[in-house]
Nanobody, 119 residues
Framework: QVQLVESGGGLVQAGGSLRLSCAASGDIFSSNRMGWYRQAPGKQRELVADMHSGGDTKYADSVKGRFNISRDYAKNAVYLQMNSLKPEDTAVYYC?????????????WGQGTQVTVSL
């Protein structure tokens, strides 16, 4: 069983910064993608950023240049540094780890952490 534990959410003013952390434990395949998704009220969950264990990263266009994803492979952890936050970044942020092919894959989610950006 894989567990993901997130921390670091909270309330911040527009223009501020937050750092999210996620620690994974359990039986995790060595070649994987870890990252962050978010879901705002009334909207679908969307990818924010993720990072392959080989180093490849993906970012949503809306966060490029403002957010940075990093990993600590020894700790099986992933971090999201969020700068220049905007009210539209307000959402529940979920940590995710997944591996496999497009046909057969495993994916696990954290419980979510709220990020609220005020004007």
């Amino acid at each position: 069983q894989v567990q993901l534990v997130e921390s670091g959410g909270g309330l911040v003013q527009a223009g501020g910064s937050l750092r999210l952390s996620c620690a994974a434990s359990g039986d995790i395949f060595s070649s994987n993608r870890m990252g962050w998704y978010r879901q705002a009220p009334g909207k679908q969950r969307e990818l924010v950023a993720d990072m392959h264990s080989g180093g490849d990263t993906k970012y949503a266009d809306s966060v490029k240049g403002r957010f940075n994803i990093s990993r600590d492979y020894a700790k099986n952890a992933v971090y999201l540094q969020m700068n220049s936050l905007k009210p539209e970044d307000t959402a529940v942020y979920y940590c995710n780890v997944r591996w496999g092919s497009s046909v057969y894959y495993k994916t696990y989610w954290g419980q979510g952490t709220q990020v609220t950006v005020s004007l």
